[in-house]
């Protein structure tokens, strides 16, 4: 037998205890306790996600009916025209009708005095009229219309109306490891594709934002913003109320429209076809404006005397945050400039195209500068780099419209350039939008048109 002094095995255990009560302490029990509090949170969160998910059903519902009220009034509509034309017909026919028979009167009273007269002259000179009015006028008969009901099918109708997904539960190994690779990882094309081209006849074409898999608003240099299919189908139009152009569009999410309208310093929200108020501002204009996954709704200002500029976050119409001044109280934005496109990236940073700074500027959601990107060096882009319309992908990845060199700069979640989309005959592209798949939807100011372009695998 082999002999082991206890009390260096007493302290062999002790070390081991101290060692585990730290391991327990600092690292398995925080890590139950967070997946605990996230199972919490998906049960807190359970009513509200699910709530959400009936009301985009109600709100496709609503919007089914609209177009069903649509195509309702347009066949009144064309009902009414026909009756129009019917009515006309016979309305001609009855006055045609009318005039034979005055004329037959006319005739009757003449014979009748010929008839009673005891001159010789008229008798001779009598010619009968009884042949001219013997042949009868042709019979008219217009046939009402007729509506020729397609019987409806209801599973058909359920596919057209949408799909629900069925409940999808899926474990993955908790690895208890500080550092977890992103898995869902969308790396760049090496030659981005133009998918579509959708024309809208705006001249001046500065906005676009993505609605859903197949809707798209586009606004341009007038008071019309309006809404394409994927096939580039104009699906709706809707004027400004005050008549003036529209500075910016964006969707909320409950996908309704919102609009700046930058001469009367207002935001407006439209629902259910009726345009209302959401920010009426004093002294200070709206540019442009981003919705934010929280709901939130982040505004770039502008004051009326051009010389200040600023970033405020809005909760329906409550204003939470204003960010204007760095740490060291200098300003951020560029006072000389009312463009200033706006999007939030997935890690809630906050990147504004200040085209009067050519500069995209980068704080995160506290206001703290983070970076700002002034171009890449490049010998076949020539002029000075200037963004515009900016946007953000699924992978944080940032895009931003350098309109007069005629493409796009994308750019990492830290500013640091991957790579130019120069290529699909891009002219003066201005506004973009990503889809949820990564498409890129590009405006081209002058031509007028979206170009749809995919630039990930």
Known sequence: HSFVEVTEVYKTKK???????????NSISP?????????????V??????????????????????????????????????????????????????????????????????????????????????????????????????FIQKPIEREKLYSLFGQITPLSTASKENVLSPNQPNASVRELLDEPELVATIQTGDNGLRCVTYINDDKIWTSGWNNEIKCFN????????IVTKSGEMPYDIAVDVGRDLLYSDWRVGTVYKVKNGQTEELIRLQGWRPSNLCVTCTGDLLVTLFSVDYTQSKVVRYSGSTEKRTIQFDDKGKPLYSGNSYN?????????????????????????????????????PSTTKTKPFQPWGITADSQSRILTADRDNHCIHILDQNGQFLRYIDNCDLNNPFGLSVDNNDN????????GNVKKIRYVK
Not at 51 to 78: A, C, F, P, R, Y
Not at 94 to 119: M, R
Not at 230 to 237: E, F, K, N
Request: charged content about 30%; overall charge positive.
């Open 230 to 237: 994927a096939y580039g189908y104009l699906q709706q139009t």
């Open 45 to 146: 969160n359970l009513d509200g996600g699910y709530e959400k998910l009936t009301t985009t059903i109600s709100k496709q519902g609503e919007q089914w009916h609209k177009e069903i009220d649509i195509v309702i009034n347009k066949m009144k509509t064309e009902i009414s025209e026909i009756k129009d034309k019917h009515r006309d017909i016979l309305q001609k026919h009855l006055e045609e009708i009318k005039q034979i028979q005055s004329l037959i009167k006319q005739t009757l009273l003449a014979i009748k005095e010929i008839k009673n007269s005891t001159e010789l002259a008229p008798t001779i000179k009598y010619s009968s009229k009884i042949r001219d009015f013997s042949k009868l006028p042709p019979k008219v008969k217009v046939s009402l219309p007729t």
């Open 340 to 376: 200033k496109y706006i999007t939030e990236n997935r890690n809630h940073d906050i990147c504004v195209a200040d085209c009067g700074a050519g500069a995209v500027v980068v704080v995160n959601q506290d206001g703290k500068l983070r970076w700002r990107y002034t171009g890449h």
């Open 15 to 25: 070390d081991i205890i101290e060692k585990d009560t730290k391991e327990f302490e």
């Open 440 to 447: 890129l939807f590009v405006c081209e100011y002058n031509k």
């Open 31 to 43: 890590k139950y306790e967070k997946i605990v509090l996230d199972l919490e949170n998906q049960l």
